[in-house]
């Protein structure tokens, strides 16, 4: 196993800096704090249906969070973590669109059509109209319901927008990434639009203030107006952390002694954020919810390494399916646990939370069919066994096949050159091309110069399509065993075989031209009327807006920089 290391730096080094020793069980970073034998069991039902908070990130990797070990500064979520219970076999989606579409639907991408990337702004596509969403459902059960935050669930017609997919209130963002002060967000070179809405309006008015201060004061007014006597479901998607690194420069001091700038304005981003969950939680307690509340945080995927984020010591990035892509931070956070102060080691996905909250509210999911989510309450609160044993991590069909994958090397049964994921008890399965493979370690080490990111890289996967790894023994995933356990490659294999069966096409349709800005204002919005199909081919040539003057998007240029780069390094992995 050939291993390069970069100029200055060797595996040996790293050695030397305990980073490749980390124990996966070490009690400084994962460690239960003892429940207090004198704390009173809760009743099996709650007076009352809850409040619920869920708390989702963007972009956060897996070190960046306290009690990970983490020289970011997270100390409300590490004592919210440390009071409830950290989930530390958490699983996410390794991009943006399929992780919030699992969590609002409670089903695994193949069983939406969204297995391939993400809904992208001038895309005729949104989250399938027919699901029954996590806020429909909540609503049924007499829940207020509300969102903040970043949507990236499709908006080519108003049926897709968040007022009419379960939310009686919306303020956030349509597309997948904006300016943090100006909201402008451009789709390749020209197609720039603004994007912030209040409700199915534009929120022009809004611009310049700091998304994550805006939208924790957002849920602070709505708790102000709501009563705690009624239920209430609030979620909040910050565009924290994602691109383009933006953070108030009295964040930023804070960190000035690091030397790697990405790092210093991500690592201020998410000190930021911390903040404002301070505020959310402060604003609980001050309106008289907190007593009976949930508090979910979790983050969307892994982090971006090349923008500052940190997966360590896990393998891989975000947008890939090695464990630095897909296990994520996870804990709940309330009064009604039954046992707290502890970490959980129970399985858990994303889809989880659908039925977890359902039934939580007491609502009714015997009207819900295919669900891929299990409730997992018992095992959160109680310390139960979860009742997941198995994850798709995905099948995706049209991405990339890979060079060296076969029918033939998957036993006739699977072709390997399929992108895949599967994780089955302890086993973990991918084929196809997983994505960059790389193990990244904090760039705090030191303002690496060049391709800081490829400090350690394994070469013995140049020519294979097939890994497996027993993700219990090894979190790492250093030791690849597809070869000594043909066996378990093909059972795993055959769980493929079962899920793509169930596989529903994919959605991934073609650009329209008519979702140009130009022809809403200046702003990003829905362009087809409810009568369109998502095959829909109207429209004309932008035209200059009469009532906006178009505004200048100022993140083109470093959106068009991330995408140079990340092909160059798509280029260079394995």
Known sequence: MAVYALTGFSLVSLLSFGYLSWDWMKPSLVADVATDPMEKPLPPTFARPPHII??????????DIGYHGSDIQTPTLDRLAAEGVKLENYYIQPICTPSRSQLITGRYQIHTGLQHSIIRPRQPNCLPLDQVTLPQKLQEAGYSTHMVGKWHLGFYKKECLPTRRGFDTFLGSLTGNVDYYTYDNCDGPGVCGYDLHEGEDV???????????????RVSKILAS??????????????????????????IYRYR???NVARRKYA????????????????????????????VFSTDNGGQTFSGGSNWPLRGRKGTYWEGG??????????????????????????DWYPTLVSLARGNLSNVQGLDGYDVWPAISEGKESPRTEILHNIDPLYNHAKYGSLEDGFGIWNTAVQASIRVGEWKLLTGDPGYSDWIPPQTLTNFP??????ERLTDGLRKSVWLFNITADPYERYDLSEQRPDVVRTLLMRLVHYNRT???????????????????????????????????????????????????????LRSFFRKLNTRLMSNRI
């Not at 646990?337 to 080691?345: G, Y």
Request: net charge positive; charged share 25%; aromatic share 14%.
């Open 268 to 295: 201020a981003m998410v000190t930021c954020m911390d903040e404002a969950v301070k505020n959310i939680t402060w604003a609980l307690k001050k309106y008289g919810y907190y007593d009976n509340s949930v508090i």
């Open 503 to 557: 596989a529903i096409p994919v959605r991934y349709p073609a650009e329209n031209p008519r979702a140009h800005p130009d022809f809403n204002g200046g702003a990003w919005g829905p362009w087809a009327s409810e009568d369109d199909g998502e095959e829909w081919e109207g429209g004309r040539e932008p035209l200059k807006s009469r009532n906006k003057k178009k505004k200048k998007c100022k993140i083109c240029k």
């Open 226 to 251: 709501h009563s705690p006597k009624e239920p209430i479901f609030i979620y909040v998607a910050f565009q924290a952390v994602h691109t383009p690194l933006q953070s108030p420069k009295e964040y």
């Open 257 to 259: 002694s690091m030397g």
């Open 54 to 63: 869920f708390i989702l990130t963007d972009d956060q990797g897996y070190h």
């Open 450 to 455: 060049g391709s800081w990111w490829n400090l």
């Open 203 to 217: 929120a022009w008015d809004q611009s310049g203030k700091y998304s994550t201060f805006l939208y924790a004061q």
């Open 326 to 351: 897909v296990r994520g931070i996870g804990f709940v956070h309330s009064p009604l646990i039954k046992r707290k102060r502890r970490t959980s080691w129970a399985l858990v996905h994303i889809t």
